[in-house]
């Protein structure tokens, strides 16, 4: 199937029955002259009256909220993570202005709300969730933002229409069976001097080997390999790249990832041993992100 085909194929997802009813509430939305705030909080403000009873329960529909948070109109979405911790540990370290920029595994899009203070050139989505792509419609039917979602994923990046200067790919790599060939896709999807920003769960330790969970990791089931951060470098050179930077570190806290009336079910503080926070419920060390830039090519040349 060309890229066509598998959009128009994906875009039956949205006739599912959990997702119709989702659509159908965005198109009834009303059209509200709305103002975008940048901030921590993704804010859409209007000076008109909104109704918020209408606004709220829209929201509620498409609940899990996982990422953000949101205002709208004066509705607090609190969601599980607070993606502006991650996000500004990172703001230090690119710079956006006139560049062709995708997020891949976008999820409803806060980070490229947020990157719209920099005036890329462009900016693209690629999330592969039909849920996600429709709380993205939800607010971008408010905010009106230029910003292309995709329903694609990262395998789809090899043979996109265009190659990008920068391709942000967080919290994806720990989800993939072959992640040695996902990093060949990113390294792909970029124009030759460009770069990946990247984040993965990681171990501690010198030695070039990644933990293999068995049925889970901190209660999701769909982690394949925990890397060092050496194995994980390795990874990246074998994949192309001819640099490999660490940008930050950090354990996820329960300040960052918790649960919220906008999730069902549970959140971070279910996934770890009760008696040891080292550990998750599993026993395998918990959470640690590593943050990385990779670069295509140095000087045009590998
Ligand atoms: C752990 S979340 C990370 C979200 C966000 N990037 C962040 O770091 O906060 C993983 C995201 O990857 C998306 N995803 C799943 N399969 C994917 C694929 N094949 N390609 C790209 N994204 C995918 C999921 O729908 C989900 O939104």
Known sequence: MNLQEIREERQKWMTWKNIAPLREAIEKLPNIDTKVELGDVVALACKDEVDADLIENTARMMMPW??????????????????NIKYNLLRPHFNLKDKKVADIGCNNGYYLFRMQEDAPKKLVGFDPSSLYKTQFDFINHFAKTEIVYELLGVEHLPFYEEKFDLIFCLGVLYHRSDPVSMLKELYKGLENKGEVILDTFYIEGEEEIALTPKESYSKIPNIYFVPTISALKNWCMRAGFASFEILETSLTSQDEQRKTEWIEGQSLEDFL???DSSKTIEGYPSPRRVYVKLIKERNGKK
């Open 273 to 275: 041993d009760p008696d």
């Open 66 to 83: 996982r990422k953000g948070p949101f205002n709208l109109f004066g509705l607090f979405i609190d969601t599980e993570w607070k993606s």
